[in-house]
């Protein structure tokens, strides 16, 4: 059986390596996704063995949410990772952010009724808002936490002081941010303090948007409704580096009979700063793929020559 992690103080456990759904329920973060090209994503990732499914209220403004409430019909809700978020409020008519306890509680509301289920496993605040006082945002989800609506308590996108701020009463159980092996900055101050804190970190992008995949080796363009049609990492000199750059992971993928993306997924679970890592994926042959990273374990030298790689 894969080894478990359990998530910050909380009693919530999972395998280390989850499904990202944004792609999931047609979102306008990509062109869209059939609805049964979505529900099979998820499906196939819980056959595959993956526990934790990474969702949010703005995946499709709640659609990726329902269809992951679809499938779960058909599934042990007690055997599945459930985390959403959310934090955009919509009632002025435009896309405001909101962390104010009345409103994360209508959230978490939201979620459980799209979800068809009664609890979340992980609940995060999606991004900061400029007014509410941190510690108070969290304490709200505490409280959700104590009823038993919540498991456990998240916040991501947050800079280093604003988890600081958030985990003044050590509320906190875990933190979703950027990292990858091209994106590092979390190393710098915020893993060191979340593993000193037991806070356990959920990067995401972790294959920085299918580049850290090794599938691309010439210009590539997205449409202009895909998010990575401006993303600096696909333009000019940057993308030609980072292409050579995963291109020199062959030799560790041959020797496990594995692909690059699936080395790069390996060397996120044995890196232990990482909680869970949670690759996205556009078909289901991405996830079947994706989950067998779970059997690669890296040599010491191989996990240490990727980390030299992209340092
Ligand atoms: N908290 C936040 O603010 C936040 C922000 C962003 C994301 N997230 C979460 O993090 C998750 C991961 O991010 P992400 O999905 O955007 O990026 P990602 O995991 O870095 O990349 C996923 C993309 O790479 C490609 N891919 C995946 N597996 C592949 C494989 N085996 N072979 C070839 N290509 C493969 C697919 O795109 P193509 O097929 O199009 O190449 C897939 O959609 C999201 O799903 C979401 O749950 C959270």
Redesign the pocket.
Known sequence: MTEQVTIGKSAVTTVPLGL????VGGTN??PDLEDDTGKAIVRTGLEAGITLL???FA?GLGHSEELIGQVLKDYDRHQVVVAS?AAQDLSSGEVELNNSPKFLRQAVDDSLRRLQTDYLDIF?I??PDQQTPKDEAVSALNDLKQAGKIRAVGV??FSLAQVKEANRDGYVDVV???Y?LLHREAEADLLPYLQQQKISFVP???????L??G?YHADVTFPANDIRHKNPDFQGDRFAMIVKKVAQLQSVADAHAA?I?QVVLAWYVQNPQIGVV??????AA?VT??AQALDIKLTAAEYQQIDQLFK
């Open positions: 990202g759904t944004n792609a973060l990509f990474d969702t949010a995946y978020k995060y999606h991004f991501s996108n979703e941010d950027q990858s995401y992008f972790p294959l920085a948007s299918g850290l995949t599938k692909t993306a949670i690759p996205g994926a556009k078909k991405q793929a994706n």
